[in-house]
Nanobody, 124 residues
Framework: QVQLVESGGGLVQAGGSLRLSCAAS????????MGWFRQAPGKEREFVAA????????YYADSVKGRFTISRGNAKNTVYLQMNSLKPEDTAVYYC?????????????????WGQGTQVTVSS
């Protein structure tokens, strides 16, 4: 069974930083592209960032470009989201997702596995 477990969420003031982690287990995730999505109350889930199975390609939503960085651990079964210059509008539950194969996508329907999410709250 594939499992994705997020951690690192919390409460931070605007302008601060957080680092989210997503640990994958159950399969060899070196062949999986990984992504981060978020969902704020009353809003649809939205794409944040994605990284290819090799870590060589990344893709960001315009709203986070230049502030967030996605990366993979050396063992490829951990993905990180470094979030800097946080804004109140970044407040949401952040989800880690994985998809088998090449290519990185912003469409959440392309992803096969999901974590339970971690809350990020940015105060003004």
């Amino acid at each position: 069974q594939v499992q994705l477990v997020e951690s690192g969420g919390g409460l931070v003031q605007a302008g601060g930083s957080l680092r989210l982690s997503c640990a994958a287990s159950g399969r060899t995730f070196s062949s999986y592209a990984m992504g981060w999505f978020r969902q704020a109350p009353g809003k649809e889930r939205e794409f944040v960032a994605a990284i290819s199975w090799s870590g060589g390609s990344t893709y960001y939503a315009d709203s986070v470009k230049g502030r967030f960085t996605i990366s993979r651990g050396n063992a490829k079964n951990t993905v990180y989201l470094q979030m800097n210059s946080l804004k109140p509008e970044d407040t949401a539950v952040y989800y880690c997702a994985a998809r088998l194969g090449f290519g990185i996508y912003s469409d959440y329907a392309k992803y096969d596995y999901w974590g339970q999410g971690t809350q990020v709250t940015v105060s003004s």
